[in-house]
Each structure stands twice: as structure tokens, then as C-alpha cells.
């Protein structure tokens, strides 16, 4: 019997997935948050009990929900109580605030639905359950508990560019090889099971973050593989990067194969049926494995179809067909893994492309000329008259 019970506990174990798969990237967590309650006042002395301390969370650039998960999961996440009032402390003291650090990216929702902010910036704070009053003349010297709520922390990734393509396309290879990330790279699809982030550093110092996200495949939006789970993370990049093998893809040997086009055009329906705002994000594609023989013709075809891409369009059958097709300013034929040329000119195009994308969004950043210009216009305007 003895026997039986530790072969299947054996059996089971083998079962586990490995540890890397079993690591999960948390983007959403639920807690339960309380604010302290206010001490007791002293109705005899006029004394004042202590306010309840409050919870709120912090944006913090290192932290990350897992933590959180890690010390809260199933716990109530509660503020200290307001000291009460006393014959020799007349004001009580204040009860200890708690803080969560989350990461950047992170917006609070209420169990009601209700947003209560998103934290963008390095130690931004949101209160997430206030602390309660301490008792005093008004409250008859009695304190309040503090707010009690669900709420919810949903993380979107904040990257510059985010990287979308179907597995196997070399996505992290790309990223591995444009940036300092160290993404695991194998030879089977569905290696990359979690967004992973890197930055591009530039000889000026000037940095870009790019974030890989993964389990992007034909038919994600009816839920097939990771479905859209990761699609979020690109609302808030400034910049799409399509990345497709040169060779097509083929989702399994039951699927069909696709063309490398084939593949581009499905990559921007999935986009498309999850969200038809980012298609109007400016978007890259690079075309990868370029080091591999006869590809050069198969790049050229792709590039020409895409210049009379309105015409050939409706020819195409109507599951890779989207309603709206994204307009690439640039299609780059790269080798993640053999051509580092090809790497610094992507490099170079997307700061490019994103410098344009922030003189045309930031009204805010000029040029040191121009805005000698409006000063001097402001000061002839609204400055002393010299008559
Ligand atoms: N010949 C050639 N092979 C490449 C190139 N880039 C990537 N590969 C190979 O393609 C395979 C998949 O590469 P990955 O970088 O893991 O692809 P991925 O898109 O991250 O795949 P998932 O993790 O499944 O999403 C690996 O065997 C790589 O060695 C390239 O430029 N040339």
C-alpha cells in the first residue's frame, strides 16, 4: 500500500511543470484593505484620540504584486489603530499608516468599478482605505472605524515599444540581442510564457524600454493558447513592433501554414478584435531569420504586396482579413541572431520613430530656437512697454 501511495506521490512530481513555468507573472491582484480605527478621546479633559492610520500604495520602479501576493495573500491588509486619549497623553498619537509598493503601470480599481487612480511616476501614492477619525467633542468623543474596501491593482507594463509577433518568431531573441534583457530562447514555441522587459541603451545614454509580450496566436481573441491575457500591456506603449519569421508560421500540423504576410495580416486582426485603437498606434515590422537561404525574395514579395496591400486585400480568405490594416512607416528585414547591422538599423529607426511620435504628442517639448521665439513674442506682448 505503502508502495502504491509513494509511486503515484513520485509520479506526481515528475508531473510538475518546471520551475520557470510554474514562476507566473502576476498583473492583477485583489486585497482586502482596512484603515486603522481613531482612539477614544476624553470627554473629562477635552482630550483628542489619535487618528487611524490609512493604506495606501506607492510606485515604486523594483517592486512587483508578486510580493504583495506573497505577504497578503488571504490576509486583510490593515492600518494601525489611533492611540486612545490618556490623563498624561491628552492627544492620542496617530496610528501607523501602511504602504504598498507596487509597480509603475499600476491603476486601483473599487470593488465598485470605481478608478481610483493609476501610478505612473516613482513614489506617486494613491489611498486605497482611509483611516478612521480619532474621537473628539464632535463624535462624542468616540473614534470611527476607517474604510473598509476590496480593491484591485491592475498592472499594465509601461514600455515604450511593445513586441508583437506569433511564437517562434524570434521575439526574444530580438530582445535579447537590441537589448540588455536576458529572455529564455528555445527552439519550440510557447517558450516565453510572461512578458519580459528590456531597455535599449543608445551611445547618448538615452534609453527605450521594450517589452516582449508573449502567447499572441492565431485565434487568441476566442481564447485559444494565452488568448489575450497579455494584450493589455500594449495599451500603453507608444510604439508597436511587429516581429515575423520570413518563413511563415504554423500554429501546429494540424493548422495551415502561413505566409509571412499571411501571419502579418493575422497579427493585426487579433489586434484588431481585441482592440481596434491600438492599430492607430504608429507600428514597425521587422521581418526576422533573413540569414536564412532564399528569403531575400520572399522579403521583397512581402514588402510589394504591402505597397498594394487595398488592392490584394480582398482577394485574401476572410479569417486573416482584417477590417483595418495598419499602416507600417517602415518594414526591416532583420537576423536576430546573425546580423548585427540590421539590429543597430532597427535601433536606430524606432528612437527615430519614436522622437516623432513624442514632437507630435508632447506640444510641450520644443526646440530651444522656437522657444526663444514665443519668449521673445510673450515679452513683446505682456512685458513692460518701452515708450
Ligand atoms: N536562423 C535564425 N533563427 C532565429 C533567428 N532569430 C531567432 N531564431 C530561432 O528561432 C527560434 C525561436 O526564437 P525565440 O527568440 O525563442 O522566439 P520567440 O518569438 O521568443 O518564441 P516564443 O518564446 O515561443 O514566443 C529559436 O530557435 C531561435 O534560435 C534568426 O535571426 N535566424
Redesign the pocket.
Known sequence: MVFIFRSLCAAKQIKRPRSYLRSKFIDSVRLHVKGGTGGTGLPKYGGLGGQGGCVYCCGNENASLQNILSLYRGKTVSAGHGEDSRKTKIVGNPGADLKLEVPLGVTVYREDGKELGTIDKEDETIILARGGPGGNKENNFLGHFGQIHHVRLDLKLIADIGLV?F????????LKAISRAK?R???Y????IKPNKGIILFDDHRQISIA?L?GLIEGAHVNIGLGHKFLKHVERTKLLLFIADVQGFQLSPKHPLRSCLETVLLLNKELELYNPDLLEKPAILAV??M??EGTQETYNKLVDSYEKIDEIIHDMPEEIRPNKIISFTDIISI????DKESIQKLKTTLRRRLDEYAEENNPHIIEPKQLLKKSRVVLREKGPKVT
Open positions: 509577433g511564437p517562434n518568431a524570434g521575439k526574444s531573441s530580438l529572455p530562447i528555445a527552439s514555441p510557447f517558450t516565453t516582449d508573449p526576422n531569420k540569414d536564412l537576423s536576430a541572431l546573425k
